[in-house]
């Protein structure tokens, strides 16, 4: 296909469905945590605009849980299918993480999904607001299980090698292994952060349709106050993060840097931009603000890190990716910081609902989140090639034995099967933000529950009694 390799077509295909996959698990955990967050301030001001955001976010919170689960289960075969190398040899350590994601966290969101989904006139509502609190950490228990396991796979430590396998000898050593907490902290505030950008557009966009409200400002105010805080703690971590990967990954930190050489006693400076050219280890049209670099990467006026020659030819990442997909995340991050100050400045005078220069912004951010999301995933996948398990075993002998005729033709199967299922799903996600939050939800009289004479089990139950009685009998048939 094209004269792409087997290995590279798998790899495409990987990327491809992972791609998809990840922007729902980061929408699932941050709507979650904001459907408690709503449940919990209407259990205790008892005001109703709380409550017609739970039941606007609960519909779409639902359709981006399902295809969450969907595009999860195809990650999991795939192990199987394209990378069986890596099954066997590190299936010993990420099988059994896996295990614990589903024993724990999916158990977990699946026993109170449907409390949660259904049982709002069934159940009272403590218990309501239980069940979703629930839902909420099981979705963060789900991503640490996850994250461990990747985080393994980027800084290993805790097992031995026997027979040519990855085998457990530490869990707790696995688990927490080097950049574990870090991830863990970088992917989780992501989540958060692009939550309440989506939140946040959904509102601004209300806003410059002319469907003003309370709901609709609540929905605002609370994303931009949450991207005012969250959006700098994030910068904070992802420098942490950074100071994590330059210890344990520095071929990875020199191609997010587009640096080559690390000449003794001259500060690195921060390239802002470049073009990193692999076969003259070099980055072209540099442009760089002297000492910074060293400053952010060390902490130092004039410290060093690795460049990239000094690690061989063959165990060098694509510095070009790495350098771009790098600085679009960064990129994004400074916009999100810069969204979250200008609400702030905005709330003095009442302006934050009335700017439209604003409210375009604020919409135009609204896939940010997630598009600095998949940028720091394609930074911290390919900034570990060309290992699958960092040191120990190279994607090149992870991938199963496929001709690339056949992993050509999945891969097409993928696209359009991926590009119908999910196409329809992110239509109908879009369909419900555009409706917008509806306070008649809060006006239907409650069928069943709490102190009411039954709960309708099925729909002819739930007729009124006697509504039965004018009926005609059935025909005479006879039989005597």
């Known amino acids: ?24 698990p980061a929408l699932t955990i941050g709507m979650a945590s904001y459907l408690a967050v709503l449940e919990g301030c209407w259990l205790v001001t008892r005001r109703a605009v709380y409550l017609d955001l739970y039941h606007y976010w609960l519909r779409i919170f639902a359709v ?75 979705t963060l228990i789900s991503a640490t299980w996850i994250l461990a396991s990747n985080s393994w796979m980027q800084t290993p430590q805790g097992h031995a090698i026997v027979n040519g396998r990855a085998v457990p000898v530490d869990w707790l050593a696995v688990i927490l292994n080097p950049s574990f907490p870090y991830r863990l902290a970088h992917m989780g505030t992501a989540a958060y952060l692009s939550t309440a950008l989506f939140v946040g557009a959904a509102g601004a966009w209300q806003l410059l349709r002319g469907r003003d409200g309370a709901a609709v400002r609540k929905m605002l105010s609370m994303a931009m106050w949450m ?25 990875k930190l020199a191609a997010m840097e587009g640096h080559w050489d690390n000449r003794p006693g001259e500060a690195l400076p921060l390239l802002l931009f470049g ?20 400053v952010i990467l060390t902490h130092s006026w ?71 999301i998949l940028a720091g995933w394609v930074t911290t996948e390919v900034g570990r090639q060309p290992w699958v398990v960092y040191g120990l075993l190279r994607t090149a002998d992870a991938v199963s034995p496929h001709g ?22 992110i239509a109908y996600v879009l369909r419900l933000v555009r409706k917008g ?14 102190g009411a004479g039954r709960t309708p089990a099925r729909p002819l139950s739930a007729a009124q009694e006697g509504a039965d009685e004018g009926l005609p009998l059935p025909p005479d048939r006879g039989g005597d």
């Not at 296909?1 to 077509?9: D, K, N």
């Open 1 to 24: 296909m094209l004269g792409f390799t087997a290995l590279e077509l798998a790899r495409i295909q990987f990327a491809f469905t992972m791609a998809f996959h990840i922007v729902f």
């Open 302 to 372: 004039n410290g060093q890190v690795p460049g990239l020659k000094q690690f061989p030819a063959d165990e060098r990442p694509n510095a070009l990716i790495v350098f771009w997909s790098f600085r679009a995340m960064v990129g994004l991050g400074l916009a999100m910081i810069a969204l979250g100050v200008w609400s702030l400045w905005l709330r003095r005078g009442g302006r934050l609902y009335g700017q439209r220069r604003f409210l375009r912004a604020a919409v135009a951010m609204g896939p940010a989140g997630l598009l600095a």
């Open 404 to 425: 690339a005729g056949t992993l050509a033709l999945t891969l097409a199967l993928f696209v359009v099967s991926y590009l119908f299922v999910f196409g329809v799903g």
């Open 227 to 251: 991207v005012l805080l969250v959006a700098p703690l994030q910068a904070v971590i992802g420098d942490l993060h950074g100071l994590n990967t330059a210890r344990h990954q520095p071929a």
């Open 64 to 138: 981006t849980f399902g295809m969450g689960v969907v595009s999860g289960i195809v990650m999991a075969y795939q192990f199987g299918t394209n990378w069986s190398q890596f099954s066997e040899f590190a299936g010993g350590i990420t099988g059994p993480l896996l295990a614990y994601e589903v024993l724990t966290a999916f158990f977990l969101e699946a026993g109170f999904l449907g409390v949660m989904l259904f049982g709002r006139t069934r159940v009272g509502p403590g218990l309501h607001f239980f069940a979703t609190c629930m839902v909420a950490l099981g």
């Open 437 to 450: 939050p509806q306070a008649a939800d809060l006006q239907q009289a409650p069928q069943g529950g709490p």
């Open 275 to 294: 073009i990193p050219d692999m076969q003259a280890e070099r980055t072209r049209h540099a442009v760089g603000i002297p000492h910074l670099g060293s």
